[in-house]
Nanobody, 124 residues
Framework: QVQLVESGGGFVQPGGSLTLSCADSGATFGANVMGWFRQAPGKDREYVAAINRGGRNTYYTDSVKGRFTISRDNTKNTVLLQMTNLKPEDTAVYYC?????????????????WGQGTQVTVSS
């Protein structure tokens, strides 16, 4: 069973940095594609970043490339999202997600497991 808990959200000024962490207390962490989505008020939940099972391949939506870095530690059942040069448009609730199938399914939110979300606010 997958149980995801996010932490690390908060308030930051434009240009600042935050690191989000997601811990999985289940026994299948290494078998899942992991990643992050975000949802701003009044908008759909959108894909942000993903990492494959072994952690060698990472993927990002265009708007965060060069600013966000995703990583995972399969020995600690954790995935991180390091966010730098944050912009007001990055403001959203960020959700950790896991998918037992593949990257396409993950991006399309087919059979994703979800955390409860953590708020990130970027404002001056």
């Amino acid at each position: 069973q997958v149980q995801l808990v996010e932490s690390g959200g908060g308030f930051v000024q434009p240009g600042g940095s935050l690191t989000l962490s997601c811990a999985d207390s289940g026994a299948t962490f290494g078998a899942n594609v992991m990643g992050w989505f975000r949802q701003a008020p009044g908008k759909d939940r959108e894909y942000v970043a993903a990492i494959n099972r072994g952690g060698r391949n990472t993927y990002y939506t265009d708007s965060v490339k060069g600013r966000f870095t995703i990583s995972r530690d399969n020995t600690k059942n954790t995935v991180l999202l390091q966010m730098t040069n944050l912009k007001p448009e990055d403001t959203a609730v960020y959700y950790c997600a896991a998918n037992p199938s593949d990257l396409i399914s993950f991006k399309q939110k087919i059979r994703n497991y979800w955390g409860q979300g953590t708020q990130v606010t970027v404002s001056s």
